[in-house]
């Protein structure tokens, strides 16, 4: 008898002690008022953000026309706000500052997910048919990569070489010449 009185003893000893040394889990609820209040703070933000994205999206519309001969995906597009990369001559290394512009104009793309862009490399008048056509990929291709480098789903860009069928700039001198050597960016659909 004494053991089973022991044995008891120590059994309800057993179940104090758990439940003792298990302490109940408290929950901490913020006031309504502090949710409200961040709800509140939070609410002017995401409307600033929404005006502002919208009045980004009303600005760039505003610039796109529709470029006066039809691409080689159909009817293209161009913008002001697409800035057009230069050269070096014989070159197709991103320069630092042209790499600045290729921000923007990633940053622009990243926007609007849904268009999709062309780049043409051009090139001077100096050089072979052949050798500014080859020219003109590469800065094209470098472009596209530099982008893409950027964020910019590869699907979303093609490339094309004018090489130098198709000056911006028609004059014989190092300034036209400068002006020539660029990737320029078209949109190919909205």
């Known amino acids: 008898m004494c053991r089973k009185s022991l044995f ?3 059994l309800i ?3 104090c002690l758990v439940i003792i040394g298990c302490p109940k889990k408290t929950t901490v609820k913020e006031e309504p008022s502090v949710q409200k209040e961040e709800a509140a703070k939070a609410a002017p933000k995401k409307e ?3 005006k502002k994205e919208e009045e980004a999206r009303k600005e ?3 610039t796109i ?3 006066k001969e039809p691409g080689i995906q159909g009817e293209v597009f161009e913008s002001s706000l697409l800035k057009d990369v230069h050269f070096d001559f014989d070159k197709y290394d991103i320069r630092p500052e042209e790499g600045a512009i290729l921000k923007e104009n990633a940053a622009l793309l990243k926007k609007f997910p849904n268009i999709k862009v062309q780049l043409e490399g051009h090139c001077d008048e100096r050089g072979t048919v052949e050798y500014n056509l080859a020219l003109g990929e590469r800065r094209a291709n470098k472009t596209k ?3 893409v480098s950027l964020g910019i789903s590869a699907a979303r860009i093609s490339t094309i070489s004018y090489g130098k069928e198709k000056p911006l700039d028609p004059g014989h001198n190092e300034e036209a010449w400068a002006k020539n050597r660029r990737a320029h960016t078209i949109i190919t659909a909205k």
Do not use: H, R
């Open 145 to 147: 990569d530099y982008l």
């Open 48 to 50: 600033e953000a929404a």
């Open 60 to 62: 760039f519309q505003t």
């Open 8 to 10: 008891g003893t120590i």
């Open 65 to 67: 026309v529709g470029k």
């Open 13 to 15: 000893l057993c179940i």
